[in-house]
């Protein structure tokens, strides 16, 4: 580049803004000319910049978008202008005014560009005087980072990492797979960030650090449009994700006894129902009615009604599987959901809930009635199922002698009911 050529643009610039950073960079990306500004802003003399590649003042985030500038100089043919961040030399970020002009020969070729930076805050490269600007960057709730096209970290900030005493930019070079703790780039969140690099915005939650994050991931472009990164946030929703959670458990839940309730009931019901359609296996259904829950109430009062309503729910629960579903969808009314069973395992739980009953210790004894129903056998909807179990449970309670623990095969009578 001929250096009176660039002495005179450089003139003319200082002429300009003497209190503006002056370099100027040649097509290959080399510091070639570096003014007394420029040492304030950025820290280094020029003995020891020049030569040096302009990549050592640019964050990595924005030297992509940098090289597209560069890559396009020549087809600019007025000055622009553009805020950007730059790397003091001492590490801090600076945040600038950058005014870019191409360089030109005698004849019109591009030799370089001349580029004029001047600090927003108006403070050189003092780290502890950047502006309102930086405060508010790092007190902005959440996590936020942005990533290049490798999945390295190029820049981080957000309360979130203050509380973790983690620095801004201290995770700068790491990996995203290793920040979110996830190398499969074909699930989320690392699939979602190469889709942003498609030019494709994401909103997902995800579960990290036993918290509950909602994720938002964006594309980073640069000012010409072209996409140069990933931009994420992440916001913790952990206390809303557990007031949703512990909303929708007291909606479908008992209070008294903890069971599912009866809209669970149906839900779960109506879901085994197609999935025995697919996998063509049985499943069955208990109906129990608690016995003379009115006269507990009339003789011992209403608490005593409550607890042996809880005891009920207590035998139901230590007798059922994890996969199955123990139900009060009301007043007396109880419902067993028995995953993958048969008739034989349904009168196996019936007899043990009788028998739980009745080894009891609890004031009065109670006992109760059991009715079953058996998919296929019964029928092949939620309706009939529990319309057989039910006309079952009511041949049940007409036996004699309900207060004495019948044998296993009495009084469960499971031949499919006429309906």
């Known amino acids: 580049m001929p250096h009176s050529l660039v002495r005179e643009h450089l003139l003319t610039a ?6 503006d950073g002056i370099l100027s960079v040649s097509l290959d990306g080399t510091i070639d000319t570096w003014s007394r500004g420029a040492e304030r802003i950025y820290g280094y003399t020029a003995q020891e910049i020049t030569g040096q590649p302009l990549s050592r003042l640019v964050p990595l985030h924005e030297w992509l978008g940098l090289k597209s500038i560069f890559s396009d100089a020549g087809g600019r043919g007025a ?24 360089i030109r020969d005698e004849q019109g070729e591009l030799r370089g560009i001349l580029e004029s930076a001047r600090a927003l805050n108006s403070c050189g490269a003092d780290a502890l005087a950047e502006g309102p600007l930086r405060l508010i960057i790092g007190q902005m709730p959440g996590f936020h980072w942005t990533s290049d096209q490798n999945l390295r970290i190029t820049s981080n900030w957000g309360k979130e990492w203050a509380c973790a005493k983690i620095l801004t930019d201290a995770l700068v070079g790491r990996s995203v797979c290793e920040f979110l703790a996830c190398a499969d780039r074909h699930t989320t969140p690392i699939a979602e960030h190469y889709e942003a690099w498609r030019g494709l915005s994401s909103q997902f939650e995800y579960r990290w650090k036993n918290r509950f994050w909602e994720v938002r991931l964006e594309p980073l472009r640069t000012p010409s449009g072209e996409i140069s ?3 994420g946030s992440a916001m913790d929703i952990t206390d809303r994700k557990r007031t949703e959670e512990q909303t929708h458990y007291q909606a479908r ?59 009920l729910a207590a035998v139901m629960n230590e007798h059922c599987r994890s996969t199955d579903l123990a139900v009060r969808y009301g007043g007396d009314e109880f419902a067993v959901v028995l995953i993958d069973s048969d008739k034989g395992m349904a009168e196996q739980v019936a007899h043990r809930i ?11 004894a109670i006992s109760v009635s059991i009715g079953i129903g058996i998919y296929p056998d019964d029928g092949r909807t939620a309706a009939e199922l529990i319309e057989a179990a039910d006309q079952q449970l009511y041949k049940y309670k007409r036996t004699e002698n309900r207060r004495t623990l019948p044998p296993a095969a009495s009084g469960l009578n499971t031949k499919k009911a006429a309906r």
């Open 14 to 19: 200082l002429l300009e803004s003497p209190e």
């Open 79 to 102: 000055k622009y202008f553009e805020s950007s961040e730059r790397l003091h030399k001492q590490g801090a970020r600076v945040f600038l005014r950058i005014k870019r002009a191409p």
């Open 229 to 231: 990164g990933c931009l």
């Open 253 to 311: 839940h008992d209070a008294l006894t903890g069971l599912a309730n009866y809209r669970e009931f149906m839900d779960r019901l109506e879901q085994e129902v197609r999935r025995a359609e697919r996998s063509h296996h049985p499943f069955t259904v208990l109906l129990l009615d608690l016995d003379g829950l009115k006269r507990i109430n009339d003789f011992h009062g209403h608490l005593a009604g409550n607890r042996a309503l809880q005891r």
């Open 354 to 364: 009788e028998n739980g009953l009745h080894a009891g210790q609890g004031k009065p």
